[in-house]
């Protein structure tokens, strides 16, 4: 493998926001990348990652097994329930050495399963936690590394631009650490997008606001509403497979997610009707991306107050 990592190849599978992100950050300082998503798969899906590939000059494989055959560092930017699935397929043909950043928001009992596949295989894994949104900060946002071989990749890919820090040698630190954080951030998505919609429909939604700015002056509340909107309606899917993790990861510290559970049901209902169309077609560039959150609040009410 490559000592300098400007002189990897550096495989992603997933190809949605994250991949697509780390792609046009990694192609700008002429990494050479490889892709693969299950969307491909799909021919009613797959021309838009295909235009974006093209784009920027990334080489789209046929699977995962294919890209880590040919990969010096690969990143998994996957939905939660896929976590390990692909170290599973990953670990059929990874280069000796090779590293394997596991992006997503799993519990550290699926991370270690996932790890157990890499390093059975000869590759390296290291469990990385994403801890705030990904668009801000593209390729540079905040994320927390673990296991074994955490502290021997920091500085290199933080060489590619990346903001890493090692949480711990330890397996399944860093992955809690995103876990706790989640159950109170998703969780917060969940109950504005309850709350809001709720005083919506009985019209004391300015009163409701109010308050709010009165009680924690320090949000701007009109805004993060419109915000968590947005990413709920676009993102509700992968948001809800990882509260589920969540919950798991409550369940193994001996307490009943009950927040983490409720979390995961919004989310996915949100997600469900993005799918049935409430929101407008997914492909436009206006989707969910309204400036005020009444507008998807009175969608939502509309659909679900539909009488006979």
């Known amino acids: ?16 926001e994250v991949g697509r992100i780390l792609a046009e950050d990694l192609r700008a300082q002429g990494v050479a990348v490889c892709a693969y998503d299950l969307k491909l798969e ?19 494989v046929a699977n995962s097994a294919a890209l880590a055959a040919t990969s010096d560092f690969i990143v998994s930017a996957v939905t939660a329930s896929q976590t390990v699935p692909v170290a599973q397929a990953c670990a059929q ?28 295989a000869g590759g390296c894994y290291v469990e990385g936690a994403v801890m705030t949104s990904m668009p801000p900060y593209r390729i540079k946002v905040p994320l927390l590394l673990g296991g074994a071989f955490a502290t021997e990749l920091a500085p290199l890919i933080n ?11 330890q397996l399944g ?93 919004r989310q996915a209902w949100v997600a469900d009707g993005a799918d049935a169309g409430w929101f407008g077609d997914k492909g436009t560039p206006e989707f969910a991306r309204r400036a005020d959150w009444r507008v998807e609040a009175d969608r939502m009410l509309a659909q679900v107050n539909k009488r006979d």
């Not at 190849?9 to 949605?16: A, P, Q, S």
């Not at 043909?93 to 059975?120: E, T, Y």
């Not at 060489?159 to 040698?169: N, W």
Request: glycine share 8%; proline share 4%; charged share 20%.
């Open 1 to 16: 493998m490559h000592t300098n990592p400007k002189q990897w190849r550096v495989g992603l599978v997933g190809y949605g």
């Open 159 to 169: 060489a590619l631009g990346f903001a890493s820090k090692v949480a711990s040698d």
């Open 93 to 120: 043909s990874v280069q000796p050495g090779a590293f394997f950043l596991d992006f997503n928001s799993a519990s550290p009992a699926a991370k270690q399963r996932a790890a157990s596949l890499i390093d059975g």
């Open 42 to 60: 799909a021919a009613d899906i797959a021309a838009p990652l295909q235009a974006h590939a093209a784009q920027h000059g990334v080489q789209l």
């Open 173 to 265: 630190v860093a992955s809690a650490t995103k876990m706790c954080r989640s159950v109170m951030i998703k969780g917060l998505e969940a109950m504005v997008i309850e709350s809001f919609t709720t005083a919506r429909f009985y019209g004391v939604e300015d009163a409701v606001v109010a308050s709010l700015y009165e009680t924690f002056p320090g949000i701007d509340w009109e805004k993060q509403a419109a915000y968590f909107f947005q990413r709920v309606i676009e993102h509700g899917r992968r948001r809800s497979e990882e509260v589920r993790e969540v919950a798991e990861t409550v369940r193994d510290a001996g307490l009943t997610p009950w927040s983490a559970t409720g979390t995961a049901e």
